[in-house]
């Protein structure tokens, strides 16, 4: 998948020999047209939400993580066409756009999560969340996490840019999904 998203002008992702997506690696990475893609380009988390209310003038939507109660469950990300106020989604969000940030999670711009698991991999580390029983993967530097140790409470933000809606028609059984 690297090797393609950099030296091809053009991808065409098939899955069981039927064109999923086609376009750019930029076009098939930040916006996936189903679970499928966005798993084969790359790590992804998923938050099942509802659509709040969007803006398709600004390119901007609100949703609301399934999960959760409460006005700090919901979370801005870009707009899709089609996606209206009321249809229930999952969230396609990269771990590069989970920002954590230590301390106070009362803060409503945040989310609160739990830190499961940690992964040291070199360059970067991986950190596994648990929010709410919905699992989060963000990306940091070693340097950045530390001093972070599992079970350790954590508040997160996502980059708005990052977060896009995959349509649950557009979204495998659990069990498909691994299969894939």
Not at 5 to 17: H, T
Not at 116 to 121: M, N, P
Not at 135 to 156: C, E, F, I, K, N
């Amino acid at each position: 998948q690297a090797e393609a998203m950099v030296v091809s002008d053009r991808i065409v992702l098939m899955d069981a020999g039927r064109v999923v997506q086609e376009g750019t690696a930029r076009e098939l990475y930040e916006s996936p047209r189903t679970d499928f893609a966005a798993r084969f380009l790359g790590f992804t988390s998923f938050l099942p939400a509802t659509v709040e209310s969007v803006d398709p003038a600004s390119g901007t939507a609100w949703y609301r993580l399934s999960d959760r109660g409460g006005d700090r469950a919901v979370v801005a990300g870009r707009h899709r066409d089609g996606v209206r106020a009321g249809d229930h989604v999952a969230l396609s969000v990269r771990p590069e756009a989970v920002t954590l940030h230590e301390g106070d999670d009362t803060d409503p711009a945040t989310l609160p999560t739990v830190v499961s698991e940690l992964f040291y991999t070199g360059n970067v580390c991986d950190v596994f969340l648990d929010m709410g029983g919905t699992s989060v993967r963000a990306q940091a530097t070693p340097l950045g996490v530390a001093d972070l140790r599992v079970g350790q409470r954590l508040a997160v933000t996502f980059d708005r840019r990052s977060v896009w809606p995959i349509p649950l028609d557009d979204v495998r059984p659990a069990q498909d999904a691994a299969a894939a």
